[in-house]
C-alpha cells in the first residue's frame, strides 16, 4: 500500500449487510460517475457488507463511506482513495466477492464506479 493503514487482530467488520451506509464525501467521482450511488444502491447485499476494515488511516487517504454494525463505533475505512503517481490507488473492504457473484446491481454499480476513477480524481 502506498501509505500505512492499521488493521486490528481480530479485524473490524459490518456483517449486518443490511447495516447503514453513510456516504462522507457525496461529490466523489467514485460515488457519481458514471453512475449516481445511491442509498438504495446498499439495498439487497448478502451475508455482510465489510471486512478486514482499518482501524487507521493515513491522512493522505479520503474515506467516502462509513458504517457499522448495530452497537458499534462507525468506521471510516470501507472505500479509501488516494493519489498515486499518475493514477489512484483505491482500498476497499465492501464485499464485493460476495455480491458481484449474487447480482446485487448497486454493489456492480459501485464497482464500475471504482474501476473508471482517473488518476486526476475525476
Not at 439495498?43 to 448495530?70: C, H, I, K, N
Not at 473492504?93 to 464497482?111: D, Y
Request: proline share 8%; aromatic share 10%.
Amino acid at each position: 500500500m502506498p501509505h500505512p493503514i492499521t488493521i486490528a487482530r481480530p479485524h473490524d467488520r459490518v456483517a449486518e449487510e443490511n447495516a447503514a451506509v453513510t456516504v462522507l464525501e457525496p461529490s466523489s467521482r467514485a460515488l457519481s460517475a458514471p453512475n449516481r450511488i445511491t442509498n438504495a444502491d446498499y439495498e439487497g447485499w448478502v451475508q455482510e457488507r465489510a471486512l478486514y476494515m482499518p482501524r487507521t488511516f493515513d491522512a493522505a487517504y479520503r474515506p467516502l463511506l462509513s458504517m457499522s454494525d448495530s452497537g458499534e463505533q462507525p468506521n471510516r475505512g470501507a472505500i479509501l482513495v488516494a493519489p498515486y503517481g499518475k493514477g489512484r490507488y483505491v482500498y476497499t473492504t465492501l464485499a464485493f466477492f460476495r455480491q458481484l457473484p449474487a447480482g446485487v446491481s448497486g454493489a456492480t454499480r459501485l464497482f464500475v464506479n471504482l474501476l473508471s476513477l482517473k488518476g486526476d480524481g475525476r
